[in-house]
């Protein structure tokens, strides 16, 4: 069993900022790429970020210059510092992350985090 769990969601307003974390933990034998996707009411699930388990990472056009994506390798967590949110920003951040499981050495499942919720007041 694989769990994801997220935290740091909150309200806060236009200009602020907001740390996202996402942990990853059960039979992990190893963990590939680790994202952040979000969803707005009424809008599609979309990519925010991602980083390979060597650290490139690439993003959205909408968050670039803004958020930063990073993860601790040993701590099989990864983070999204979010800077300068616009109201716009405002949805449900999920973590995903391409794990191996100890048992199923030879597939990478996808994983999701149950979601976070981040408000941008204007």
């Known amino acids: 069993q694989v769990q994801l769990v997220e935290s740091g969601g909150g309200l806060v307003q236009a200009g602020g900022s907001l740390r996202l974390s996402c942990a990853a933990s059960?039979?992990?034998?190893?963990?590939?790429?680790m994202a952040w996707y979000r969803q707005a009411p009424g809008k599609q699930r979309e990519l925010v970020a991602d980083?390979?388990?060597?650290?490139?990472?690439q993003y959205a056009d909408s968050v670039k210059g803004r958020f930063t994506i990073s993860r601790d390798n040993a701590k099989n967590t990864v983070y999204l510092q979010m800077n300068s949110l616009k109201p716009e920003d405002t949805a449900a951040y999920y973590c995903n992350a391409i794990i191996t499981t100890i048992a199923t050495r030879n597939l990478r499942l996808s994983y999701w985090g149950q979601g976070t919720q981040v408000t941008v007041s204007s």
């Open positions: 980083i390979t388990s060597g650290g490139s990472a």
């Open positions: 059960g039979s992990i034998f190893s963990i590939n790429t």
